[in-house]
């Protein structure tokens, strides 16, 4: 019997979904689009199979959620049939964003992964000592990490290597953020870094805004810049078999965490959900393309980890 050599990568791209959200394409679009896949590569207990090219780059979809991202990406490592031990692993995809971080078509390199579910909340009934401190915060007995600082000498080399991608924008895009006084969401999209706040649920609205940042000042990552749903999975996976360090995060807003003043967040939501996704979904594609080009282009200094000084 002969055994398949596994298949090394250099990186691997991990967008969330497949399906199209109204008009707009799939997280996972553009890389079939552009990327010539050489084979594909089926792991059991991944949510996708592997599409891999000639130049060790694979894209797969993890899956909505954290549980489908950490169980995905946890089988792609222990798969015999891929050697991912010196892969950079890149999320790839759209996000909510904080008005006060960036704005509409912005892209952001997370610096630090936070977990939105997994906390200590009380609801203020009036009582005594309603009033004197938080009504949210981290586990007091939690012995679990609920934030993921990444690799700062990555996020810094990718933001280097980022620095001249030319953001899409849209006439719409402009004039919705017109809406918004804070100054960072009227501005025109750029890369940014920030912290990702990651979520089992799709919230909006100015409350839940506000308890996203007591939770993250608690953490000590606050302000947060992007909420989506996948990345404290893929975090988690990632630290369980020794890769975090090689982890980038890159997330594209594609709409507020909130509504704009004098619309109800149910409004908001109708509205804008869907509109601009697209767009998001290009620019995380030119951002994580960028780096991956950049890794795979010089891969004997990155071989081994960050180099000290990159070009």
Not at 50 to 75: E, L
Request: with cysteine; charged share 25%.
């Amino acid at each position: 019997m002969t055994h398949e050599s596994p298949v090394e990568l250099r990186a691997l791209v991990l967008p969330a979904f497949s399906f199209e959200w109204g008009d707009a394409p799939s997280e996972l679009a553009p890389w079939l689009d552009r990327y010539d896949v050489a084979r594909e590569i089926a792991v059991p207990g991944a949510a996708d199979a592997v599409r891999c090219t000639d130049r060790g780059i694979g894209v797969a979809t993890t899956g909505m959620g954290k549980a489908q991202a950490a169980a995905t990406v946890t089988a792609l490592h222990r798969s015999p049939r891929l050697d991912l031990s010196r892969a950079y692993v890149v999320t790839a995809g759209v996000a909510g964003g904080s008005p006060s971080a960036g704005t509409i078509g912005s892209v952001f390199l997370a610096d630090a992964v936070a977990d939105w579910d997994r906390k200590f909340r009380w609801d203020p009934d009036g009582g005594e000592g309603d009033g004197e401190g938080p009504t949210i915060g981290p586990l007091p007995f939690d012995p679990e990490p609920a934030v993921y600082r990444l690799n700062a000498d990555l996020v810094a080399a990718a933001r280097r290597a980022t620095a001249d991608v030319t953001l899409r924008d849209l006439p719409e895009a402009r004039a919705y953020r017109e809406r918004y006084p804070q100054e960072a969401a009227r501005g025109a999209p750029a890369v940014e870094v920030g912290t990702t706040l990651c979520g089992d649920e799709f919230w909006h609205g100015e409350r839940l805004a506000a308890a996203a940042e007591e939770l993250v000042e608690g953490y000590g990552v606050g302000p947060h810049a992007t909420t989506e749903m996948e990345d404290y999975g893929t975090a988690l996976a990632l630290d369980r078999v020794g890769r975090l360090d090689r982890y980038l995060n890159v997330r594209a807003v594609a709409n507020f965490d909130r509504p704009a003043p004098g619309q109800s967040a149910r409004e908001s939501i109708d509205e804008d959900v869907e509109a601009f996704v697209g767009l998001a979904v290009e620019n995380a594609f030119r951002v994580a393309s960028a780096f991956v080009e950049h890794v795979t282009g010089r891969w004997e200094a990155y071989r081994d980890g960050v180099p000290s000084h990159p070009e």
